[in-house]
């Protein structure tokens, strides 16, 4: 027996043409800033068997990725942030959007020492910083999104 539903303003909805442009790009780069530092750090066992340069060749070389993906993250981020109608930004909406910006800073600043640090110890955690606030700049990204 086939249902009959009714149109409300609550259903669900399908993102249109240029919307699925902008949240395809952000997410696709949010993936590669995130989803490349899992990758990184699962393969590093297997790239230090290739010799003592090994690990930070495929560190530079990921860098050469991770980078343009960060900033098509913060092109696409102030993008998104333009399409919303603010009007129907509620506080908490806006504080959390607050604490992701903080995240993206820190996330960017921590990755970025990382890269200069000359000690494997603060290496460690730099990458470590940056990856934690990374990630927690991707889960308040879906709490926005909603
Ligand atoms: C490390 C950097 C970032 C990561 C990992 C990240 C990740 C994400 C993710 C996963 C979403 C959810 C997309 C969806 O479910 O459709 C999102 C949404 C969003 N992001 Fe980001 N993002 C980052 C940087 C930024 C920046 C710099 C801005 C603003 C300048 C920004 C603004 C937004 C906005 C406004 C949304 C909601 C989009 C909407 O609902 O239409 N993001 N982000």
């Given at each position: 027996?086939?249902r009959?539903?009714?149109?409300?303003?609550?259903?669900?909805?399908?993102?249109?043409?240029?919307?699925?442009?902008?949240?395809?790009?952000h997410?696709?780069a949010?993936?590669?800033?995130?989803?490349?530092q899992?990758?990184v750090l699962?393969?590093l066992?297997?790239?230090?068997?290739?010799?003592?340069?090994?690990p930070?060749?495929?560190?530079?070389?990921?860098?050469?990725?991770?980078?343009?993906?960060f900033w098509l993250?913060?092109?696409?981020?102030?993008?998104?942030?333009l399409?919303i109608?603010?009007?129907?930004?509620?506080?908490?909406?806006?504080?959390v959007?607050?604490?992701?910006?903080?995240c993206?800073?820190?996330?960017?600043?921590?990755t970025?020492?990382?890269?200069?640090?000359?000690?494997?110890?603060?290496?460690?955690?730099?990458?470590?910083?940056?990856?934690?606030?990374s990630i927690?700049?991707?889960?308040?990204?879906v709490?926005?999104?909603?």
């Open positions: 027996m086939g009959v539903l009714l149109a409300t303003a609550e259903q669900l909805q399908l993102a249109s043409g240029l919307s699925i442009v902008r949240l395809t790009l997410v696709l949010a993936s590669v800033w995130v989803g490349g899992f990758v699962g393969l066992p297997t790239v230090r068997e290739f010799g003592e340069g090994a930070r060749k495929i560190a530079q070389a990921f860098g050469r990725l991770s980078w343009p993906a993250l913060v092109a696409t981020g102030v993008w998104n942030y399409a109608n603010h009007a129907d930004a509620s506080s908490s909406w806006n504080a959007f607050g604490i992701k910006m903080v993206v800073v820190v996330a960017g600043a921590g970025f020492m990382h890269t200069k640090a000359t000690s494997p110890k603060s290496r460690g955690i730099y990458a470590g910083v940056g990856a934690l606030a927690a700049a991707l889960v308040l990204g709490a926005i999104a909603g």
